[in-house]
């Protein structure tokens, strides 16, 4: 399988050029990772970039499967992923937007290196706002639809699949380095409950636009 890599190169080059568009494009993901990294700190923004990562892989295998083009084709379904997606986001920028201001500007510093979320739910959190995005649905749907030949084996798609769950997680987690960075956090969380608001407005948004028609 691995000799015959080279001729898939095209293919392989055309996806990641796309890939690298998508994911450096500002979205749900960039939304929470940013929020975490400056709420959270380092740790919590680097695993909820690993469970954005990890969502593509979710992508990927329905895609293979053929169950993409069950979802696409059929409204309904479709429609129930974008509500559940929308009702997730708006979930978590409804709570950043009930963000108060502390009482005492002194312990605005102390306050933030308080701020903890576990492991786990940093985690689900990346993992589930990739994952029931319906806008990642049809962006993958199109690459292995339009771009991937029919002809090209599951198990160089599979590779495929793999280079963009990495790429993405590398691509998030360095995002999570340089923002979580202490100059930053302090930076963005001098009014700390504005940003959280800001950001709690952006993912309403960003939860709005996904179930309004295009």
């Known amino acids: 399988m691995f000799d015959n890599l ?5 293919e392989f080059l055309t996806i990641a050029s796309v890939h690298l568009l998508a994911v450096a494009s500002p979205g ?21 970039s690993v469970g954005v990562g990890l969502a593509i892989l979710v992508h990927v295998a329905y895609s293979l499967l053929g169950i993409g ?35 005492d500007p002194d312990q605005q510093a102390a306050d933030l290196s308080k701020q903890t979320i576990s492991d786990k ?8 706002t990739n994952g029931l995005n319906p806008k990642a649905t049809l962006f993958f749907l199109s690459v292995f639809a339009v771009v ?7 198990s160089i798609k599979l590779l495929y699949g793999i280079y963009l769950a990495g790429a993405t997680t590398l691509w998030f987690c360095t995002l999570s380095y340089c923002l979580s960075s202490v ?9 700390g409950y504005w940003f959280d608001r800001v950001m709690g ?4 948004l960003l939860a709005i636009k996904l179930v309004l028609p295009t």
């Open 28 to 48: 749900p993901d960039f939304a929470v990772v940013l929020k975490h990294s400056v709420s959270f700190g380092r740790r919590a923004a680097m695993l909820t």
């Open 148 to 154: 991937v030949s029919a002809q090209t084996p599951n």
């Open 69 to 103: 083009i069950l979802i696409q084709s059929t409204p309904g379904l479709f429609q129930i992923l974008s509500y559940a997606a929308a009702a997730y986001l708006f979930y978590i920028g409804w709570g950043a937007l009930k963000s108060k201001p502390s009482q």
């Open 121 to 128: 739910k940093a985690f689900w959190t990346g993992f589930l």
């Open 183 to 191: 100059s930053v956090r302090e930076f963005l969380s001098s009014k």
């Open 201 to 204: 407005v952006v993912l309403i």
């Open 6 to 10: 080279a001729q898939y190169s095209v």
